[in-house]
């Protein structure tokens, strides 16, 4: 009886105390947009000496949100949680309520004891939210201090939310898949051909400024009412791909050192347009969806047969097929808060939703066709 009293006693505590409380978006089950349901949930706590609390003012939908709604990728991402036994996720592993969102901006509310001066309580920050944690669409999240920087002075917290997680897709398909890590000097890089196929993407518009930031030679590709936004991001020529004569103009732009493909369009294409290239990268390899539909060991089967077929036969091909994917990188977001810091890198922002329509964005971001990024504001 006493033990019921005092669990009583905390819970009138808890309910009395709206400070241990957030508002988040949630999923219980796999699905459509149904499943998005807004709850005011307990307040993620800081279990690691390197994290922050950040109450979230801005965050961005991506199409990986959408498609983690439907289940894309839980056999890996489970297993990753497992691995990390990873805070915020129930001890069994199992992944629900889920909370999507990778990227954010924010205040510093609260910090663990190892986090030191680098982040003060109440400064302004941006950062993303590794794969396998608990997302951001919510008002408050738990993240490793290496993934938050003080938020530019010259972007706006909207505006802040729009870059990080298509910034960072980007720059570790192209630094390190693309291999510009080690191609340091200048020189080396200076009027190397580029082709990013779907320019006019959230990722797209920040692969083209990258390219241009690390003085790269950029050909990319969209829809004609995209062209003059490619133009103003620093694009050396930008193809519209719903015009006829489109793939003469790609082959003839080429041959490539990179293939950067944003767009979903496919190396078997590219290869029976004769685009010639050095590396061809995409940001949609079947990997997650192999594992998703074949289990873990059929699965990898899978998985080393698709990345052989193309990358085997190079005697008579000479082109390389490399699957890029989101890195939480301190090193990446370093370089993107330098580009922006000095306006080598700008935002692009197509729509921003408040907070309570965020199936409305989902909606929007499913829809395609976008203009840079759809944002949620959660001031
Ligand atoms: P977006 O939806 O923002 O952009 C895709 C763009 O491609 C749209 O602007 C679309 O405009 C354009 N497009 C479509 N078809 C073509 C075509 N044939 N040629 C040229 N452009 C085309 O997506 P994101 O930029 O956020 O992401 C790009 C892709 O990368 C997505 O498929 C996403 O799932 C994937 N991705 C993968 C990640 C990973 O970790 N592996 C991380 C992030 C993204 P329009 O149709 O009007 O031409």
């Not at 897709?169 to 009027?191: D, H, V």
């Not at 590709?221 to 003469?248: E, F, H, M, P, W």
Request: charged share 20%; glycine share 8%; aromatic share 8%.
């Amino acid at each position: 009886a006493s033990q019921l009293r005092y669990l009583a006693r905390l819970s009138v505590k808890y309910k009395e105390n709206p400070e241990d409380k957030m508002q988040a978006w949630q999923i219980h089950s796999y699905g459509n947009l149904d499943e998005l349901k807004l709850s005011t949930v307990r307040m993620p706590v800081i279990t690691k000496p390197t994290e922050v609390l950040i109450k979230v003012e801005a965050s961005s939908v991506n199409p990986i949100d959408v498609a983690m709604m439907k289940g894309y990728g839980a056999m890996a991402l489970n297993l990753m949680r497992k691995a990390k036994n990873v805070n915020n996720i129930n001890s069994s592993g199992i992944e629900f309520p889920l909370i999507m969102g990778r990227d954010f901006s924010g205040v510093v509310i609260s910090k663990g004891h190892g986090v030191g001066d680098r982040l003060k309580l109440g400064d302004k920050v941006w950062g993303v939210v590794s794969i396998e944690q608990q997302g951001c669409h919510s008002s408050h999240v738990v993240v490793d201090n290496s993934m938050v920087n003080p938020r530019p002075e010259n972007l706006s917290y909207i505006e802040a939310a729009s870059i990080l997680y298509a910034g960072l897709t980007a720059w570790s398909a192209l630094w390190w898949c693309g291999g510009l890590s080690y191609k340091t000097s200048i020189a080396t890089r200076m009027n190397r051909r580029m082709l990013v196929l779907g320019g006019s993407g959230g990722v797209g518009t920040l692969a083209i400024q990258l390219l241009k930031a690390w003085n790269m030679h950029v050909i990319t590709t969209c829809s004609s009412d995209a062209v003059n936004v490619l133009k103003k991001l620093g694009a050396d020529v930008v193809i519209d791909y719903k015009q006829d004569d489109a793939d003469r103009k790609i082959f003839e732009e080429g041959p490539y050192d990179i293939i950067l493909d944003c767009c979903n369009q496919g190396i078997e294409q590219a290869k029976a347009k004769g685009y010639q290239h050095e590396s061809y990268i995409t940001l949609n390899s079947p990997l997650l969806k192999n594992l998703d539909e074949h289990g873990l060991i059929g699965g990898m089967i899978r998985n080393i047969s698709d990345f052989c077929k193309h990358n085997l036969p190079k005697a008579e091909n000479k082109s390389t097929l490399k699957w890029a994917f989101f890195t939480p990188s301190s090193e990446g977001l370093n370089m993107i808060q330098e580009f922006v810091e000095n306006g080598k890198l700008v935002p692009v922002v197509k729509k921003v939703y408040p907070f309570q329509e965020l199936p409305k964005a989902y909606e929007r971001v499913s829809l395609g066709h976008l203009r840079g990024k759809i944002v949620i504001d959660m001031k």
